[in-house]
């Protein structure tokens, strides 16, 4: 690439190595931009915590869903399903009862169980 110099009005032929080496900290620029993008969608993302909400919204979320991580106290959760295709092969579904803000004993939906059908 040859640019013309506005002063002089000759041909200047840019350095190579200071090309080269401006494309090496660009990519290294790109790299790093994309990595930082990529690294927000690790960040842990707040669960609806049940003590805090009304019966029917943390229904709605499993319903609406088929399965979500819900908060039921404290540092405590557990995962709730709609039936029991949210759950592996080999698990079996039992009803699940949350606190609430509106009642201390919420039906949420199912929890997955490791069991099988036979079991008492």
């Known amino acids: 690439m040859a640019v013309i110099c506005c002063h002089a009005k000759r041909l200047v032929r840019p350095n190579r190595r200071f090309a080269a080496l401006v494309e090496a900290l660009m990519k290294r620029i790109a790299v790093a931009f994309a ?3 990529g690294a927000q969608g690790a960040i842990a ?5 049940t003590p805090a909400r009304s019966c029917a919204a943390s229904r709605q979320d499993v319903l609406a869903h ?8 404290g540092q405590t959760y557990d995962r709730f399903v709609r039936d029991r295709s949210f759950c ?3 698990e079996i579904i039992e009803p699940a009862w949350v606190p609430s803000r509106d009642t201390p004993t919420c039906f949420v939906g199912y929890r997955c169980k490791t069991g099988s059908f036979w079991d008492d």
Do not use: H, K, N, Y
């Open 35 to 37: 990595l930082i993008l």
């Open 45 to 49: 993302q707040p669960r609806p915590s």
């Open 66 to 73: 088929g399965a979500a991580v819900l908060g039921t106290g």
């Open 88 to 90: 592996q092969f080999d």
